[in-house]
Nanobody, 126 residues
Framework: QLALVESGGGSVQPGGSLRLSCAASGGTVDSFAIGWFRQAPGKEREGLSCISAIGGSTNYADSVKGRFTISRDNVKNTVYLQMNSLKPDDTGIYVC???????????????????WGQGTQVAVSS
């Protein structure tokens, strides 16, 4: 089973940037559809972005479109989430997850993902 470990979170002022990493083991990231999700206090888990194993196509939630960019480095076996123009509402725990192997296209629904990392905390405040 693919194992995922997130890193790169921290505290940043509004308008700042962070790059999150999702390092994978037990498989290659280009063989799976991998997504980034945010768990904010008092809110449901939200799908933010996904990168497909089929051609590397990407998908974004409206709330992050134009600000966040998902990418993968097959050599490092890592998926990244570049976050720019951060807002206080972006505060939360950011988690990467993988869909089952045979479901290799993008999806932003948490229920479609089977394996999850532990998450990394992002705090956006002044």
């Amino acid at each position: 089973q693919l194992a995922l470990v997130e890193s790169g979170g921290g505290s940043v002022q509004p308008g700042g940037s962070l790059r999150l990493s999702c390092a994978a083991s037990g498989g290659t990231v280009d063989s799976f559809a991998i997504g980034w999700f945010r768990q904010a206090p008092g809110k449901e888990r939200e799908g933010l972005s996904c990168i497909s194993a089929i051609g590397g196509s990407t998908n974004y939630a409206d709330s992050v479109k134009g600000r966040f960019t998902i990418s993968r480095d097959n050599v490092k076996n890592t998926v990244y989430l570049q976050m720019n123009s951060l807002k206080p509402d972006d505060t939360g725990i950011y988690v990467c997850a993988v869909r089952p192997y045979f479901l290799r296209t993008c999806d932003l629904h948490p229920s479609e993902f089977s394996s999850w990392g532990q998450g990394t905390q992002v705090a956006v405040s002044s």
